[in-house]
């Protein structure tokens, strides 16, 4: 791709902000968006920051017919100095172009599509809130766009960045939640999606979240799609388990997606020298480990909740409860300990942070 | 839900009617629309038929990031008395219901959304074209519409109905193609989306279908999530052999389409008195009836080409030629018959036809 400028289009009018204690997830939008279009002609071009405003789309575009889309998820930290802070965000690029590759999606210029964010986030820094565990979620996406029926890979794309301002992920600080084992849906099997962040894999997990909400669970427990033996992912989290002193996550295995979240706590226990192993684990071997006193925690670790400790896992008729229902020590200390680096209250050994300028520096 | 009525707001001026042996499939629209809006309050409401145009969304609506979704497909066909007919669609109604259940969609009216495709099919009936084999392609499509990063189904949703004149599948007469067995992809497993005609299925299947292309190949022959043993279906098709005097087609098992042509071969093969099973069929099973010269027939089945006669299928490095390359009788039956049924120029044995009266009958 030839290097590109950043058109930019800004409004003369803002949008009022809202209250940064009252903010729920995904549910306001900033005043800009970034949009770049892709043609099998001209590559990716014309990127711009534009008003935030309906896509106008004709009714045959490939993405409302047969889901050829990817996205990602990350956050825009506000430090107490007033910094702007991005986590890693190096990674969602290179998972976002993973994910096209697996969705025959043309690649996206890694550092020019970061490049992109950190402006559209510079233009829209006074939507980041303030208030504590706040903060201003970045949603990249790229959907096909071409008008027609034909099963194929769209000869048209549009890559999107939209923001949002979210409140905190736990209100009253950090809270176990109930998890149901799902015997009966798959979230992924090897050879199918569940590597990409795609579309499809979330329209597909909606059913089971829906029936075991209905029983109080907060999400469900996914197993693998050919033995439903295998742990493989919590809702829309990676999973850890602390057994018998040990932290142990399912090892990537084609159908697991791997999060950002997931590589930093592995890269933390590391350092603090905790035992951490990436391997199969089995549902009996857990409730082997429950029954005989050596499960000692789980928790799940993704974007949205960082980590989200489980306090109770039903499988079948079957409740393990986990650390008497209560928040570990280790999903304790890799939540304070990751918030702490994203918002600036810790020294970041690993270099994930990732600072925004100010606009002056980045529009040229 | 309540009664209620199309509002029709029809265009003062017409596009002009593409040349009927020129049509590919699917890039040319019709003047008119369907539309109905879904919201958790009001149900199904506000349907009507408008000129065909752009949909206008936010670029936070669900469709864009989860995938929540489901389509069908049908054609009206012209006969040569000038009469319009639809071929079995209370099935395609049924089967949008089906789907809607898996992905957490609320349900339509079966009996006024095929009101709703013959009332905007009688407005656009010029556009049926009128040479041999072509017919008008009819899209109806749910789409998930809230402005929501939340993963949960939506409260906003719009049915739409859209139609394309399409070519003569085969320009050439019914003729045989080659397929490569899939080993390494999969398009679905049990507990997954399979049985749902979702958008997430055919973007996940896109990167099979490119890989085999570049060999020469017109598509991939699924086997089962779970072993990979297993025969499913055929790109985008039902998928039948006939092995030693008796056709088998793969048994419905959870992740199988269930195609309206694969019920029609099956309906038909029995009132000709032709043994037909539907169960489980191995590769393996298949290789050794290739080897002992028992496997006498193999055809795809589906609304687009009908009946897709394979003339060579490739499992790994073994070539299975099947009749000599070319068309077997059944498969050339079943085409005529069928094909001559949707155009009128058969008997209709089983009442499969639906007929679209004059808009004047229609519009109330």
Redesign the interface.
Known sequence: MEEQSIQMNLCSTRKEKPDSDQLE???I?TDH?FIMDYSDEKGWHDARITP?E???????AM???????V?EGLKAYLTSEGKVQLFRPEKNMQRLNRSNN???IPPIDEEFALQAIKQLVAVEKDWIPRAEGTSL?I?P?I?STE???????SSHYQF?V?L?PVGAYYKEGINPVKIAVEN???R??????GEAK??????????A??MVADQGFAQVLWLD??E?KYIEEV??MNVFFKINGEVVTPALNGSILEGVTRNSVIKLLKHWNVPIVERKISMEELAKANKDGTLEEAFGAGTAAVISPIGQLTWNDEDFVINHGKTGKIAKRLYDTLTGIQYGKESDPFDWIVEVEEVEQLVR
Chains 1, 2 share one sequence.
Request: aromatic share 18%.
């Open positions: 997830f995904g549910k939008f968006m935030y309906p896509l106008r789309l004709d009714p045959s993405i409302f017919h047969y889901g050829q889309s996205f697996r969705l025959c979620y949603r996406f959907i008008p027609y029926l034909g099963v194929a890979p999107i939209i949002s009966q849906y798959v992924a099997v090897l050879g199918g999606t795609t579309g499809g894999n979330y329209a597909s997990s909606l059913k979240q829906e799609g050919v439903k809702g829309s």
